[in-house]
Nanobody
Framework: QVQLVESGGDLVQAGESLRLSCVGSGPSYNPSVMAWYRQVPGQERDFIAGIYVNGLTKYADSVKGRFTISRDRRMRTVYLQMDSLKPEDSAVYYC?????????WGKGTLVNVSS
């Protein structure tokens, strides 16, 4: 069974940095893309950053220039380096992976940025 496990969420002050990690595992795990989403209670889950198996990356406008997504060679682990954090970045951050038509989600890690 495929699992995605996030880590790295914390309480930080505005302007500080955090690095989130997501480890994917499972006997058939072979994603073509991994991504990060975030969700504030009562709001929709929003795309933040994605990375494809060929290394192509995409970012939401709200995080461009501040966040960087990266991965290991085997697409088993994806990272989200978050710099210059703002209070509005506070949310639960979810890891996502797609493998053909199948999508996987982690359970999330909480990021709280105080002003």
């Amino acid at each position: 069974q495929v699992q995605l496990v996030e880590s790295g969420g914390d309480l930080v002050q505005a302007g500080e940095s955090l690095r989130l990690s997501c480890v994917g595992s499972g006997p058939s795990y072979n994603p073509s893309v991994m991504a990060w989403y975030r969700q504030v209670p009562g709001q929709e889950r929003d795309f933040i950053a994605g990375i494809y198996v060929n290394g192509l990356t995409k970012y939401a406008d709200s995080v461009k220039g501040r966040f960087t997504i990266s991965r290991d060679r085997r697409m088993r682990t994806v990272y989200l380096q978050m710099d210059s954090l703002k209070p509005e970045d506070s949310a639960v951050y979810y890891c996502h992976a797609a493998q053909g038509p199948v999508q996987y989600w982690g359970k999330g890690t909480l990021v709280n940025v105080s002003s």
